[in-house]
């Protein structure tokens, strides 16, 4: 279904009983909301699943002049969830999905009653992948194998990157793309992710694969200074433990939301 707000077309995802306790999925960037289908099916026993794709993602719309500031996202994503009657959910960020669930909940405490985040960076200084410059035209020729290559770091080392994921990858408008990573980075460098989750005093389950080529594993102890924080490293997966092994990560999941 399509939700408009502000004059952007959301695109938006329920599945799961409708009086279930509501569990929001937020994707990372260069992703959509399919980027969930595989852990779907394991939530919706016990969960109302909400996913959307961010404005100028997936099949959200992207209007000219558009701000992609973090803030204005989180706002967005606030508002389409107004219009759905949604009032308390646990918010489930995937890397910069985490970002972007922080902010929901920085903004709308009575909202978020709970936060998850996974393979989401603390802030700048752990991030280690190395950034290729993209162009559209040289983008669009790449072979399947190529974007592979390209997006390999977004896995644990030797995973065999689907051809679904592969396809998500070809359809990025890499403009959009530059001004969702530029906004991420600004709103890290501002402070924190635990700096700002710290105050808000809800339940935090970081879960990260010890394998992550794009964030400093390492960097998943920083959580530890939030009140209430749970920290779960996963021996053998990446940077998208959701994609890469369903199971486990649902399973972490659900025993947090259990609470």
């Known amino acids: ?21 509501a569990l929001l999925l937020i994707h990372g960037t260069a992703m959509s909301g399919r980027s969930w289908d595989p852990m ?12 959307l794709d961010l404005p ?12 992609y500031a973090v803030p204005d996202q989180a706002r967005r994503v606030g508002a389409a969830l107004d219009r759905l009657d949604v009032e308390h ?8 999905g985490g970002v972007f669930a922080t902010a929901l909940a920085e903004q709308r405490p009575d909202l978020v009653t709970a936060l998850a985040l996974i393979n989401t960076g603390p802030g700048m200084a752990a991030y280690i992948a190395t950034d290729a410059p993209l162009q559209a035209a040289s983008w669009a020729e790449l072979t399947d194998d190529q ?5 390999s770091d977004g896995f644990r080392p030797g995973y065999e990157i689907p ?19 530029e906004a991420i980075r600004a709103y890290l460098n ?17 879960l990260f694969g010890d394998e992550d080529r794009r964030w400093r594993p390492s960097s998943a102890s920083d ?21 890469e092994d369903p199971p486990r990560t649902a399973t972490s999941l659900l025993a947090f939301t259990a609470f």
């Open 190 to 206: 501002e402070r924190t992710l635990p700096a700002r989750l710290a105050p808000l005093g809800k339940p935090l389950l970081v």
């Open 1 to 21: 279904m399509t939700v408009s707000r502000d004059d952007i077309d959301i695109h938006v995802r329920q599945d799961g009983p409708g009086d279930a306790p």
């Open 40 to 51: 779907v099916p394991l939530l919706t026993g016990s969960h109302h699943v909400i996913r």
């Open 147 to 151: 974007i592979r290559h390209a997006i």
């Open 163 to 181: 051809s679904w994921i592969v396809d998500q990858a070809r359809d990025v408008d890499l403009a959009v793309f530059g001004a969702i990573s």
């Open 89 to 96: 959910l646990t918010a489930v960020g995937h890397s910069s």
């Open 56 to 67: 100028g993602c997936g099949q959200s719309a992207a209007p000219d002049g558009a701000s």
């Open 223 to 243: 959580y530890l200074a939030v009140p209430d924080a749970s920290v779960e490293m996963l021996p053998g997966a990446g940077h998208s433990p959701n994609i």
